[in-house]
Structures are given as structure tokens and as C-alpha cells.
């Protein structure tokens, strides 16, 4: 399960004690209780790391990090997290304030507010999300392609970065329709 | 709350009866920008306004590192500028576009040069320039009717050569007029490569640093 972390002052209990989530939102797989998945419920508050071996639908607050790289972590819409989050898939429908790293992919829904960086091989924006950070897409496989590419071409003398000048016709002042 | 600071979704009042409708239009520009990038390796952009998704879909087809910062978002950084001016303002240009996030190949900064009077295009180009490979290319869009929406609208992508400008209201306000050559110096350490004057009083830029 969670590798315990610092609760809050009033002491409420972690995933286990959570009560059912009060929301309908639909998360990336939905978990069924007891069959590998957990719900940390709206009232619940955490403040440390948060690990473990099951999916995870986060409807309370984390202050700290969420580290479950080979399931799926989904921030519901009650969800406020400030943590660096690490998962095989990342869907967020609350508000998180930190990083994002999926394996597989991160899906910020509508009514999603993250503000933090972003990588995963496959990044998914739904109209209404605010995002503010950086996406990086590169996965391990297409930086080998890359490094490939750029071994291959090493030694030629050409240049493919910058704006060729052949093509860049001086100051031109044009008009379009 | 003045027009060099205006946020793009101001506090005050505004006229909602009257939101302007989305309107498309041809982007040469935009264009030029999109198929010289898509020859390159590794494209790392920077996006100076809203992380909107289909000009995050768009653009992840060509590049594997998009960043976004809204700047003239609500309560975002160019708010911070307040009334700063000199050493302060490129502090805060510091702040607001700092030097660990890399270097990049592409800005996209829209209409934003519109929003800033000239002491705050120059902090914020300085930065640009730091923040760009030799070679980036900076793209921006500069109203030549001195009045512009006075909410920065939204722009979407459309396709290689459109994009849909969706403001909130059609009150304007106004803005520096600019002639090609006043954009030339604002835009230091950066060459105007092409530019476009485009039927609805907006002139595109596309300039190279160098």
C-alpha cells in the first residue's frame, strides 16, 4: 500500500480510511476497490510521499510527491495536489502545482489547472484545461532515433539548423489576402 | 489598469453583449514560421500566450518540446510589470523568462508587442534573445490601426496557413502604432526576415536572431 506519509493535524486516515469519492468523474481506468486501485477521498489530506503498487484516483490534497510509475494516478476534480507526479498514465482533472511524468501518456481533461512541466511520451490537452510549463515528448526511443539521426549526419558540413539563407529572401515587405 | 499591462482577461468590466465572433484569417506568417520549423530536428518552442489545444496538437507534430507562458494572461507575468521601469523592468523580464528553461527554436508571441509600450517590449525581446539559438525564429503580429481588442483575443491554429482570433469583446483600446522600421529596432537582436500586411489591419512578422 502508501508508504505512510505526515497527515494532517486532525489525523485522518490515508487511502484505506477514505470514504467513498463523491464525484462522478470518470478516471483513465477506473478503479474498483480491492482489485488493485485506491481513492485518497475529498477530506483527506497528506503531506509527504505518497508510493505504492495500484492505480490511484486522488480526490483529497498531497502536498509532497506521488510515485507510482507503473500504474495510473488520476487527479479528480476535487483533487489539489502540490506534488511532482510520477505515474504509467497521468490524467488530471483538478489542479496540481508541480511535475507531471507519465510513461505512457498525461491528459489534462477540461477542467484541468496545472501549472509545472510535463513529460511523457504522448500529452493530451482538452479544450478548457489551463496549462501553463513546458511538454517534453521525447521518449526514450525517438532520443536513440534522435542521437542516431545526429551521428549519422555527423562530419557533413551542412548546416540544418537556422533559417537557410536561400531561402529567407532578405527584408521583404509582402502583401497577403 | 493601463493598456501596457492589460491582462487577457481584465477585472474590469467588460461588454459581453457585445463578444466579438471567432473570425479566421490567412496567416502567411504563420506559414513561413511552421514549414521552416518543420524541417528541423528537435524544435523546442515557446509559446508566449495560452496553452490552447489544437495549437498544442498542431505543434507537437513538429516539435517535442512546446513551452507555455501566457503572459498577458490574468494575473500573469506581464501584470507583475506594474509601473516598472529600467533595472526593475528587465528584473522582472528575468523572472518572468528565465534562463534554465533552455534554449529555444521557435516564439510564438502572437499579438502580445501590442499590449507593451516600448520600455517593455525591449525588456521582454532582450529576454527573447537570450532564450533563442542563433537562428530561432520569432514570430509576432503588430496592429498597424493603433487600436487594438481591449482583451488580448485568443489565437487558434487552424491550419499551416490559419488561425482563429477569438476575443472577448469588440471594445478596443489603443495601442502604439508601429511602423515596420520602429518594429525593426524593438525587435533587437532579431532580423525581419519577412513580413506580412495582412487585410485586417495586422502586420505579420517573422523575424530571425541572429
Known sequence: MFKRGELDESGEGMAQAAGPAKTTAKPASPPTRGSGSATIGPSIKIKGDVTGDEDLVIQGRIDGTVNLKKHNVTVGPEGRVKANIFG????VDGEVEGDLQGEEQI?????????GNITAPRVTLEDGATFRGGVDMQDQRSAHEFAAKVAAVAGTSQDKAGVQPEKAPGKAEEKAS | MSWSARS??????????????PTEHHSPGLEVVLET??????????DLGPAVPANFEYLSEICRHIRYVDLLGQGGPISEFGEAD???LRRLARKMLPSDWGVFDLVIAWDLINYLDDSRVEAVVERLRALCRDGAILFAMIATSGEVPAAPPKYTIVDRSAVMCEGETLAVVECPRRPPAAVERLLSGFSVERSFILRHRIQEYVAVRH
Open chain 1, 88 to 91: 504509467r498514465s497521468v490524467v
Open chain 1, 107 to 115: 491528459v489534462l481533461r477540461r477542467t484541468a489547472k496545472v501549472q
Open chain 2, 8 to 21: 487577457r482577461d481584465p477585472a474590469g468590466p467588460t461588454d459581453k453583449a457585445s463578444e466579438a465572433a
Open chain 2, 37 to 46: 520549423v518543420s524541417e528541423r530536428e528537435s524544435v523546442r518552442v515557446l
Open chain 2, 86 to 88: 529600467g533595472q526593475e
